[in-house]
């Protein structure tokens, strides 16, 4: 069956440290999407690519970074982490071709930083 | 300014009775509304969608409902269970942008 993984699950890291999580869908989707999610906010988009090499900025890009070397993986990665920056992080995916924009959600990963 | 509220309060009813979760926006012109369901410690699940033209949606004993006057959707859960306990969450497709609004959800729960 096709799916949506993140890894890790669970990362304490320190103020400072550069920070990559990874996020890999076998759903063959052109769409991913990267969003963290914090009590009160709800989930906020920080960067999504529709497709190899395509990388956008979402409303809450600041400190991160993606890039799309193939379909199946969006790796974020965090330049230099702030204890702001904790939180939970989802990647999805969705299909290019299905105009509702329906997505498909990773497990998230929780991120700690001391 | 363009915004997507649900009730922050957690909804909490009974087994058996009808749960009714409310999904406002104001300023979006949405072609697709859609419903997820997200358990603690996972991912948001698909639930549901009801396009602009469409009044009412039935998947079991979920109904949707979509009135575009009024900006606003209802999401009914009939004959609720405590399984049913969860955060439920709304989001805006404005179709063919290929992004969905969210809004931040609610958290029902159903107490035997």
């Known amino acids: 069956d096709a799916e949506i993984t993140q890894s890790p699950r669970h990362k304490i890291t320190e103020t400072g440290r550069q920070v990559t999580l990874a996020c890999h869908q076998t759903w063959n989707h052109n769409n991913m999407f990267w969003y963290r999610q914090d009590l009160g906010h709800g989930l906020r988009l920080i960067h999504y690519s529709y497709g190899v090499h395509d990388t956008n900025k979402g409303e809450v890009s600041d400190g991160y970074s993606v890039s799309r070397s193939n379909t199946e993986d969006l790796p974020l990665t965090l330049e230099s982490a702030a204890s702001s920056q904790t939180s939970v992080y989802f990647c999805?995916?969705?299909?290019?071709?299905?105009?509702?924009?329906?997505?498909?959600f990773g497990p998230g990963t929780r991120l700690t930083v001391l | 300014s363009q915004k997507i509220e649900q009730n922050s309060e957690a909804l909490n009813i009974q087994e058996g009775k009808t749960a009714t979760l409310t999904c406002n926006y104001t300023n979006y012109s949405p072609a697709y509304l859609q419903w997820y369901r997200q358990d603690p410690g996972r991912g948001p699940v698909f639930l549901l969608l009801?396009?602009?033209?469409?009044k009412e949606k039935r998947k079991e004993r979920l109904k949707v409902t979509f009135d575009t006057t009024l900006k606003q959707s209802l999401f009914h859960i009939t004959a609720s269970q405590p399984a049913d306990s969860a955060t439920y969450l709304c989001a805006l497709s404005l179709g063919g942008y290929n992004k969905l609004i969210f809004g931040a959800g609610t958290r029902l729960a159903v107490h035997p």
């Open positions: 009801i396009r602009e033209n469409e």
């Open positions: 999805a995916s969705s299909d290019l071709d299905k105009h509702t924009d329906t997505q498909y």
